[in-house]
């Protein structure tokens, strides 16, 4: 390592890893204000990767009750981490410690990255900035899902993916390190298939065999999962692929191509699958800058270098999570790993054409209007993107309280009138982990007859109190109008017994919690039990008997 490269290296990585404590500081600080000091994490999901991990370290079942495995993770690796954190009594702050960790591997990756592509120091403190600002990677970070993980090792991935797309002799140790890489991408979160898959289809055409190598070592996290979960009679892939994935109702070639069909010709209309609210704007500036570069390489000729293949590969992966991923609609996590994979890809293009600039603005009035022209319409555009990011930011503390608020206390409620007993729920995460009962997920992600009935479009109403009914739930603690919209209502038999009200839902599924008896005999229980239990609710939280 020169002391050019060291000296630009502690420069950005310094501003970097500031940068990202003040934002992750903020973010904790304000959080932990609104939750009495509690650390809650701002999504249930977060939970239901723990309360596996849980039962994975206190009774080996990969699930969420003891003896009854559940495969609903699309994390296997996050999973098995967090319960070595379980066994070490350290899973509550384990997500958080992770994601921090992550989130400096991913500045680390990136700068290094930039650094050989031969960018100064200047350049380099503005690429951490956007790497920090624009997914925004506190934010990913706060969540404590894997997801920073994912870009990190999306990141590592694309690095060295791009240096085999370019001719030339390849070592042993370089092919190694791209294996390993591959392995580790798809074992951390099975979107990362998405990335692999493009390179994999990139690299065919240059190096046959590498490319079927990535493709095999890729295959083997999800053969071994779905091995598992085969032999456990679950589905191959993971629950929550199977429930809310974006794929045909047929699994056959006519379904397959109909899919390919419709997301090929709506594009355009389908990209607002990987943005939240619709917001486009990061992705699209992106994507423009990308697809210039590539444009501009191909018109010189110059495509086989690794800032063109990483383009490629940034490009194809945002087409390819179009057609087949969701989008998540709260925090953005799902396309974080595409806009780090962007700003690294679209950077040595920006780069180049600031240098081009710099030089025209020598040329004249005419250009010198050209360059500030082009300065202000580059000002504005980072408008929108900052707008969404500190859109984002503000969901973060907000969903801390509503969680706290909300599932929080209905899993203190569960504690203490129905502890061990099968409870129907659509929110699995915090009352799984802390509710002291066994979970019926009327989403199917923890109960596989559910979610058989899910993805072969037969979840009705009434089917949905059979299966509930079957597995012994004696209560049901749900969103209704989150069920209305999955199953078409809630079951005629189910007796309302109370609301769960708090002020607002900016990150749950809704303010309101109905909590019913599943037979009346349960009535009286439940109310005595939500009687003593409202008397020790936090501030904005209500018990409404029905």
């Known amino acids: 390592m020169t002391p050019v490269f060291r000296s630009r290296y502690a420069a950005a990585m310094s501003f970097g890893t500031v940068l990202f404590a003040a934002l992750y500081g903020w973010l904790a600080l304000t959080s932990l204000h609104l939750t009495g000091g509690m650390l809650v994490y701002p999504l249930d999901d977060t939970y239901i990767q723990m309360a596996m991990a849980n039962t994975l370290a206190s009774s080996g079942t990969y699930g969420f009750v003891a003896g009854i495995p559940a495969f609903?993770?699309?994390?296997?690796?996050?999973?098995?981490?967090?319960?070595?954190g379980a066994l070490a009594g350290a899973l509550e702050i384990l997500p958080a410690l992770l994601n921090v960790c992550a989130a400096l591997l991913v500045l680390h990756v990136s700068i290094q990255y930039l650094i050989s592509r031969g960018w100064t120091a200047g350049w380099l403190i503005g690429a951490t900035a956007a790497i920090n600002l624009v997914p925004p990677l506190a934010v990913v970070a706060a969540i404590g899902l894997e997801h920073v993980f994912h870009i990190w090792m999306s990141a590592l991935f694309a690095i060295a993916m791009s240096r085999a797309l370019v001719p030339g002799p390849r070592t042993r140790k370089q092919n190694a390190a791209l294996l390993v890489t591959t392995l580790f991408l798809a074992a951390s979160r099975f979107d990362g298939l998405i990335l692999i898959a493009c390179g994999a289809l990139l690299l065919a055409v240059w190096r046959f065999r590498l490319a079927m190598a990535v493709v095999a070592v890729a295959s083997v996290p999800v053969a071994v999962h779905g091995a598992f979960a085969i032999a456990q009679g679950w589905h191959p892939l993971p629950t929550s692929v199977i429930v809310?994935?974006?794929?045909?109702?047929?699994?056959?070639?006519?379904?397959?191509?109909q899919m390919a069909t419709a997301r090929a010709t709506r594009i355009s209309?389908?990209?607002?699958?990987?943005?939240?609210?619709?917001?486009?704007?990061?992705?699209?500036?992106?994507?423009?800058?990308?697809?210039?570069?590539?444009?501009?390489g191909l018109g010189r000729r110059q495509t086989a270098t690794i800032e063109m293949r990483m383009s490629m590969l940034a490009v194809g992966t945002l087409v390819l999570h179009a057609l087949v991923a969701r989008a998540d609609r709260v925090f953005g996590r799902y396309e974080a790993y595409l806009l780090v994979l962007g700003i690294l890809a679209a950077g040595p293009w920006l780069h180049r054409a600031a240098t081009h600039l710099r030089g025209f603005w020598q040329n004249g009035i005419m250009a010198r209007i050209t360059v500030a022209a082009t300065c202000v319409l580059a000002a504005a555009s980072l408008v929108p993107i900052g707008a969404r990011s500190v859109a984002l930011a503000a969901k973060i503390p907000a969903g801390s309280h509503e969680i706290y608020l909300q599932a929080v206390q209905l899993a203190r409620f569960t504690r203490q009138t129905l502890p061990g007993e099968p409870v129907a729920l659509n929110d699995l995460g915090v009352l799984a982990y802390a509710g002291n009962i066994r979970p019926v997920d009327v989403m199917g992600l923890g109960t596989i007859d559910v979610a058989r009935a899910l993805s072969r479009r037969e979840l009705t109403p009434a089917r949905l109190d059979a299966l509930v009914r079957e597995q012994g739930a004696v209560a049901a603690i749900i969103h209704v109008p989150f069920v209305h919209f999955i199953v078409g209502g809630v079951p005629e038999s189910w007796i309302p017994v109370a609301d769960f009200v708090i002020p607002e839902a900016r990150v749950v599924a809704d303010r309101v919690v109905t909590i019913f008896a599943l037979a009346p005999d349960q009535i009286d229980r439940l109310k005595t039990g939500l009687t003593a239990f409202a008397k020790d609710l936090p501030p904005g939280a209500t018990v409404v008997p029905r």
């Open 72 to 84: 609903s993770s699309t994390s296997p690796l996050w999973v098995l981490v967090l319960s070595a």
């Open 244 to 257: 809310k994935g974006n794929y045909p109702a047929a699994a056959s070639t006519t379904g397959v191509a």
């Open 269 to 296: 209309g389908r990209l607002h699958n990987v943005t939240p609210d619709h917001d486009l704007s990061a992705l699209a500036i992106l994507a423009f800058v990308n697809i210039g570069g590539l444009l501009w």
